[in-house]
């Protein structure tokens, strides 16, 4: 049986569909003449207010000239696929790409009521089919969808300014949680293949200095919640991360987590497999917004380091010759545009980032940061430098959690001290923290890692210990090398220095053949 209340709806929701298909319509008003149009108008509303108490809104599809997916009719579908689907009668399956189960959302004309602090409200979701065939070189599709919002203009304030922001809020955070991430990569045939992205690191797992990885998480959601921040600063909504540090420190893991933490994801570029900087630039126009782009490894990608400065000196010893060479004109033209060059890269962080969308993360990765010229890693381009470095203790305790389930023990101490006089890196600490059979516990695998500390000392101190002796070798033989420069200047032989009683020429000429170095005008 219908309530009073819900026939007064249908009967007013019937009139407003009426008012709405006359506004929806432009095409029909277009035959009507315009003071018939007018009067029209006016008597729609006047029926419309005294007959129909509600007020109506509606959230479409798309939007803009160009047909862009509204995001907010996105955020609506989110938090009515979430709160509705149990409650609607017909649904709709959507099989989704590399998803084993079909996603379900609120068939199109399916109604359903909610609660919003004690106030009802009505959601629709409507579809609206073009009523002629029409043949379009664009491929746009003709069909409409919209959500229908109707509720008591009494509670026009609290809907219009609570419970709306309530639902965007709510199903943007579910369409971040539902969203599958995606990891691509690029190779010289295809522009993006991509797979689910499930790497299962995250900053939790992540063996760091607690501080800095604090600044990091920080850091990332101050970025992602910038967009009105960015616009007011009135710079493109990016932000270039630079990890470095040895091999095995963590780096790449550290990409994954932050793609986890924003639910971003992650276009891994291959920089060897781009043919040159337009195909590059190709690329990153195709790159979606809430992702991050890598480049690994950026200084073995290409020869980037100083290219730029070895381009400009080709260039200007060439172009004489160039201008009496055809041929060889010819051949340097193509090798112009052979291959990522630095500036096409440069041109690529500047440019990209203003074009579409924005909310992306550019990360380059290196185990020689030193190599890199200064042009690609100065602020504004990379913006925030993080180094990934040798275990501390402090990293140390995160793998122990998550690799034993410990958060403390007696070995601990000896630990920290072992880390603080050696270099290890996180991923030989984790080899001997992961138990080989079912047999080790937690303290053999603390053993076996105070073992390959102390052999890693040893090294280490041995090394050093060869490292001095080769340095002062090395000051001995510059001396007597500067000492014979001497001589020759003055006209003394070495053998006269020698003479003279200057030990030091003996042990240096000694040292001299030991290195190998011709000695062969130092007489003895
Ligand atoms: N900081 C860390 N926290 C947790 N695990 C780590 C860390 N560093 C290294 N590991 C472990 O070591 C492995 C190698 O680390 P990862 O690939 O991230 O190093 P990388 O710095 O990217 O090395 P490369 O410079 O060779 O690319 C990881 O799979 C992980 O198990
Ligand atoms: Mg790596």
């Known amino acids: 049986m219908f309530l009073p209340r819900e026939m007064f709806a249908s009967f007013g929701s019937a009139i407003g569909g009426l008012a709405f298909i006359w506004v929806m319509l432009p095409q029909w008003q277009r035959y ?59 649904l709709k399956a959507e099989t989704v790409k590399d998803s084993q189960t079909p996603i379900l959302s609120m068939g199109d004309n399916q109604e359903v009521t909610e609660m919003f602090e004690g106030v009802k409200v009505w959601w629709a ?49 579910i369409a971040r949680r539902n969203r599958m991430q995606k990891l691509y990569t690029n190779d ?17 797992t992540l063996a760091m200095d607690p501080n800095k990885k604090r600044e990091i998480i920080n850091d990332l959601k101050k970025f992602r919640e910038g967009k009105e921040y960015y ?72 020869d980037l380091t100083g290219q730029r400065k070895k381009r400009e000196k080709e260039n200007n010893d060439d172009d004489d010759e160039e201008n009496d060479d055809p041929a060889k004109k010819m051949v340097k033209e193509e090798e112009k545009g052979r291959g990522v060059t630095l500036s096409g ?26 190599k890199l010229d200064p042009a690609l890693i100065r602020r504004g381009r990379m913006d925030k430098r993080i180094e990934m470095s040798y275990c501390c203790f402090e990293a140390f305790k995160v793998l122990a959690r998550n690799y034993l389930d410990i958060e403390d023990h007696p070995l601990f101490e000896m630990i920290g001290q072992l880390l603080d006089e050696t270099n290890m890196i996180p991923a030989d600490v ?7 059979s079912d047999d080790e516990d937690a303290e053999t695998c603390l053993r076996s890692l105070i073992e390959a500390l102390e052999a890693a000392k040893k090294e280490a101190g041995k090394k050093a210990k060869d490292g001095s002796r080769a340095k002062a070798k090395e000051g001995r033989a510059k001396k007597v090398n ?43």
């Open 32 to 90: 009507v003449p315009p003071q018939i149009r007018d009067l029209l108008h006016r008597c729609i509303n006047k029926l419309v207010n005294l007959f129909y108490p509600y007020v109506l809104i509606v959230f479409s599809e798309f939007e803009g000239e160009r047909l862009l997916r509204s995001e907010t009719y996105m955020f609506i579908q989110s938090y009515l696929k979430e709160h509705a689907t149990s409650r609607v009668r017909r």
């Open 125 to 173: 979701s409507r579809r609206v089919s073009p009523r002629n065939m029409t043949i379009s070189f664009h491929p746009v599709t003709e069909e409409r969808r919209y959500y229908r919002l109707l509720f008591h203009r009494r509670h026009r304030e609290l809907i219009t300014q609570s419970y709306i922001k309530h639902v965007l809020t709510e199903g943007k955070e």
């Open 188 to 204: 010289p045939s295809k522009d993006w293949t991509y797979v689910a992205f499930e790497h299962p690191a995250n900053f939790e």
């Open 231 to 302: 616009a007011k600063i009135g710079k493109p909504w990016k932000r270039g991360y630079l990890l470095y540090g040895p091999p095995g420190t963590g780096k790449s893991t550290m990409i994954a987590a932050m793609a986890n933490f924003l639910s971003y994801d992650v276009y891994d570029l291959e920089l060897t497999a781009v043919k040159d900087n337009t195909k590059l630039k190709k690329l990153l126009i195709k790159t979606s917004s809430k992702s991050i782009i890598v480049i690994e490894d950026i200084d073995c990608s290409l």
């Open 345 to 370: 890269l440069l041109n690529f962080i500047d440019g990209i980032w203003s074009a579409r969308g924005g909310e992306r993360i550019i990360i380059f990765t290196t185990n020689h940061v030193e």
């Open 430 to 436: 984790v080899e001997h923290l992961m138990p080989k």
């Open 482 to 524: 500067g000492e014979k420069e001497e001589a020759k200047e003055s006209g003394t032989s070495a053998k006269e220095v020698k003479e003279n009683g200057d030990i030091s020429g003996v042990a240096a000429a000694t040292d001299l053949r030991e290195n190998g170095v011709a000695v062969a005008d130092v007489e003895i």
